[in-house]
């Protein structure tokens, strides 16, 4: 299946990937770090290299590369993983004189996941934070 894989891509049984040797793959990944932190797309970064998106998506993950800058121009939040505590539930909740992008920024979140924090805790039965 895998030199059927080949074939259907237009690889010879000759055709070398470069970054099959180790010196080789320090060297893609250093270029390939480097241009993802200018914030070049996954995707064409791999079509430059023939690879599939998920595979180097994958590896940026493994070797922790970042983007400068988010999708729209902005840094990506630092603590989007950080658990909801009650100080910043009740500001995303109920500071509703300020836009969603303006509670994400001064919590120093993403829009989504204030966004999402939003429509969920409205929709919860229980009151966890005791904002309701």
Partial sequence: MRCYA???????????RPYTTRETKQQVRDEVTARREAGESIEAIAQSLELNESTLGKWFREWGVRPAAGKHGQSLAP?????????????????TDLTIA???????????????????????DGDPFGIK
């Fill in 79 to 95: 603590n989007r993983w950080k658990r909801w505590d009650r100080d910043d539930a009740v500001v995303a909740y109920t500071r």
């Fill in 6 to 16: 080949r074939y259907t891509k237009g690889l010879s049984p000759a055709t070398v």
């Fill in 102 to 124: 303006e509670r994400a920024e001064s919590l120093g979140r993403s829009y989504t996941a204030v966004a999402g924090f939003v429509r969920d805790y409205g929709q919860r």
